[in-house]
Structures are given as C-alpha cells and as structure tokens.
C-alpha cells in the first residue's frame, strides 16, 4: 500500500505543482485505487478557492470518486494513457493519470479546475450556479472565476507530460521506500536475533572487553583486522561491526581470499569485461562494486599472493581498482574489515606479507579469544547451542549433565566455538527423546582428554603433610578449571568456606592468569 503522505512534501513533486498551477492555475491531487482523495491536507495545500472548498464536502469527494473509478475503466478498454472529462457535479474538467507500479493499480494522479476548451465563459455560467448551490460565497465565486484557464490542444501533450513526471515520481519515491522498508525489516531481524553486540555469546572478561571495543568503533569507519584461531566467530563480529556502523543498510559483502587461486580472485574482486578471457562471456561486477557504500569483509587475508596484496593496498589507499581487461578504473566507498587466523606481523618479517597493506589493514585490531582463554563462557555457549539444536529438530529442550559440563570444561577445544556448537548438534542427534545428555553420549576425544586431566593419586612415598598438600592443591587446581574459577561455587563443593579457599588458591599460587596459561 502506498503512503501518499510521504509524497505531499517531495521537492520534485513540489516543483511540478508549482510548474501546473503557474502556467494553468490547476491543483494536484491524489487518489487510491479505490478512487479515494489521499493527502489532502486542506485549503492551504489548493491555489483555486472553489476546488479547496469543494474538497471540504463529503458529497463532493464521493462523487469525484465516482468519476475517477470510471475514468479508470474507460482507460483500461482503450490504448490512451489519461483521460480528462468533466466532473458534472462542478461544471469544470479534470485531468485522470492511472499510477501503476510493477503492473499492479495503485491509484491516480488528478489535475483540477481547468477547461479542455478554449471558449469556456458559456460554461460559467453552470460552474456558478452549482458552486453557489454548495454554498460557496459570491467573493470566492468570484476569485476563483478569474483563475480558471484552458489547455488547448497545443498545450495539452506538454500538459499531460507534466502531470505523468508526478506519476512517475511517486511511483519511484514508493519503490524506493518500500525497498528501504523491506532492507530495515531484514536488518532488525538480523539485528534482534544475531548480530546486536549484546547477543553475542559470552560474559567473560576477555568478551566484555571485546564489547567494548566495538562500542567505540560503531561511528567509525576506519578499516578493522580481527586476529583469531579458526572457529573463533571473526565473521559475526565483521557482521555486528557492520550492521552497527551508518552502513548497515548498504550491502555486507563477504569473500575468503583463501577459496581461490589468484586469477580467479582477481576476477571475483575487480570484476572483468567481456572478452577478456577465455570463458568471459559478458562484463561482470566485482565484489568491491557490489559492496560500494557498504563494508567488504575480505577473510583468510594472510593467504593473499604478493600480488594480489599489491590489488588491495591500491584499492585501500586510492579507493579505485581495475577490472580484468578494462582500460578505465573505478572508484568505489568501501569499508574494508579485513580476518586472518595467521600472524601477520611473522609474515610481514618473514618478507611473505606487505608491510604497507599490513598497517593499511592494521588501523583498528581485534583479537578474539580463543574458547580455552573463556572457558566461563562454555555454559551459555552450551546451553544456547542445544536450545538452538533442539528448535531446529523440533525437539524438548535439553540440558547437560553435571559431569558432562565438567569434561568439556577439561577440553581444550582446538576448534574453538564452531567445535563446540557441533559437539552440542551431534548431541541432540544421540540423545534421541533423552532431555538430559550424559557424558557418555560426549566425543571419545572429549572424554579421554578429561580422563588425561584426572588427578592420578597421592604421593606414595614422602611426607604425609606434603602428599596432603599437593593433594589438596590439585583438587583446588582441578575444581578452578571446571568451574570457570567461580569460587564461592567450587568452596560449596569443597565444603570449605569461600575465605578458606581464597587462602589456599593464595597460598598454592592458582590465581586466575596462571589458571589461564596451565
């Protein structure tokens, strides 16, 4: 459904009205496709006095409707584009020009208060009288007499011209809006469900940090490297980075560097023109065209050839790049958030990776931490995981196991969130109609990496007092691990208070950063 309000105040809708009531005195209205008036907003809005005043009268406006409707069904049995004919109630002819949009009837755009022919002061006379029948005073009887005017044949194609770039411009302007309606409809989903900076997985410190950095880089558009292990989510931050930037509803373009060989990557950023290569049947936009106004979220960045590193550093520098095959460049705004696994500065010393594109690229870094630095994480992370396992499969809800949670805190997960969210998908599968999923149903790699950590006994041989000690401190080492460092929790377990323990993690030196690095 078309807004007609929006279209009341448009420059270029503004403009035409200006033109038609400067040169003839007529008055621009809109209907829908009921033959309604729409975006009628008063008198002020009508040059001529009568047609202001007539627009104030229901029985005028339902008869206008009338004849619109009818207009309409003439237009659709005949090969004209408009028709203009008298309005009987009022005396005087109105200009009829059908909106269609994508072949569908949307409404009309209506010229009022003129007169198709030249020798019009008989008709007058009938225009008085009906005018004064509803009441209109003799003064504007009067002011709008001296404001009516013919469009003769020689004035009437331009007349109509006029009239269709109104037509042509609301239909545009209603495209455009509901293209922009469609994109924020989209964008909210995305936004509401995966990508806001809030729900994003995980309360740890290292997270929380991560958050925050973003927050300070929503208005900026500087180019952004994110460094981190496989599996780590650099691709969802690249998103939230952009659907939280004044980009967001400009396209997100992504593209593993690492997917192709270079003339085939060359040709998937630049685009090529026709002809020139085997193969290349007709021109072709490249991503960095695509993503114009947008961001381009170029991944595996570290397994770009020199070459191709020589393509980027041009486009991050000047902002222009050359189809394959083209004579001409072209100039793109793009943001360019960049993701490697590898360590780029090793590679910059090593001579494999430019230094210029290194700092280019290196405005802003992000380091995302691996699973095994926020192991407090892997609740939610597991939780979430299985509810959204669960929703797919259309099955309960499930929850793990004490001991289950216990063994993929000891794992050190190699494959980072990714291999978590499998480990709960494969889960969900075995347990079949089970609600809770036990250890047992875990990957034999989680459950012997667990087993490996498992405090293998007390000293045999030695004091008693230093046997106890390295006991206690391996219990205490161990519970740290598995709860996340949550020590009012782990001292519950213990049966010892939380101050106690705190005295001992002191005394045995398992301060959280060491815990970290063990």
């Not at 790699?445 to 390295?470: P, V």
Request: aromatic share 8%; charged share 30%; with cysteine.
């Amino acid at each position: 459904m078309i807004n007609w309000d929006d279209f009341e105040h448009i420059h270029v809708i503004d403009k035409l009205r200006l033109i038609l009531n400067s040169w003839w005195n007529i008055d621009l209205l809109f209907t829908d496709d009921r033959g309604q008036v729409k975006g009628f907003t008063g008198k002020a809005q009508c040059k001529n006095p009568a047609t202001a005043f007539l627009m104030e009268k229901d029985a005028c406006r339902a008869n206008l409707s009338e004849m619109v409707t009818k207009a309409v069904e003439d237009l659709r049995n005949s090969d004209n584009r408009f028709s203009i004919r008298k309005w009987d109630m009022v005396g005087y002819d109105v200009g009829v020009f059908p909106l269609m949009i994508e072949n569908d009837f949307m409404g009309t755009v209506l010229a009022v208060g003129f007169f198709r022919d030249e020798n019009f002061t008989q008709k007058l006379t009938e225009v008085r009288d009906r005018l004064a029948a509803f009441g209109c005073s003799s003064e504007m009887i009067e002011k709008a007499f001296t404001m009516f005017k013919s469009v003769d044949e020689a004035e009437r194609q331009h007349f109509a011209d006029l009239c269709d770039l109104v037509a042509q411009e609301v239909k545009t302007l209603h495209l455009e809006i509901t293209s922009r309606e469609d994109r924020i409809k989209e964008l909210n989903k995305e936004l509401g469900s995966r990508f806001k900076y809030d729900n994003m997985i995980g309360k740890s410190k290292s997270m929380q940090g991560l958050y925050a950095l973003m927050d300070k880089i929503k208005g900026a558009d500087s180019t952004v490297l994110i460094q981190g292990d496989n599996g780590t989510g650099k691709e969802l931050i690249a998103k939230s980075i952009h659907y939280n930037s004044h980009r967001r509803d400009k396209a997100f373009v992504i593209q593993n560097c690492s997917a192709f060989v270079d003339n085939l990557l060359e040709s998937e950023l630049f685009g090529h023109v026709k002809g020139s290569f085997t193969g290349a049947l007709k021109d072709k936009k490249g991503l960095f065209e695509i993503a114009d106004k947008g961001t381009f979220f170029l991944d595996e960045i570290g397994d770009t050839s020199p070459q191709m590193q020589v393509k980027l550093l041009r486009v991050l520098q000047e902002g222009t790049f050359m189809p394959v095959g083209a004579t001409e460049g072209r100039k793109v705004d793009v943001r360019i958030i960049a993701a490697t696994n590898r360590n780029l500065r090793e590679m910059v010393e090593q001579g494999t990776f430019r230094e210029d594109l290194y700092y280019r690229l290196n405005v802003i870094n992000i380091r995302v931490p691996s699973l095994k630095e926020r192991k407090e994480d892997i609740p939610l992370l597991a939780e979430y995981f299985l509810q959204k396992a669960c929703e797919q499969k259309g099955g309960l809800k499930k929850t793990l196991t004490r001991r289950a949670l216990e063994k993929l805190y000891d794992y050190s997960w190699p494959g980072n969130v990714r291999e978590l969210q499998n480990e709960m998908e494969r889960c969900v599968v075995l347990a079949g109609e089970e609600i809770k999923i036990s250890e047992e149903l875990l990957s034999g790699k989680i459950i012997e990496s667990a087993e490996k950590g498992k405090i293998q006994g007390a000293r045999l041989q030695g004091k008693l007092k230093d046997a106890l000690e390295a006991l206690e401190r391996d219990m205490i080492h161990e519970g740290l691990r598995r709860t996340g460092w949550n020590k009012s929790k782990l001292a519950k377990e213990l049966g010892i208070s939380r101050a106690g323990l705190i005295m001992k993690v002191e005394k045995y030196g398992l301060d959280k950063r060491k815990m970290m690095r063990s």
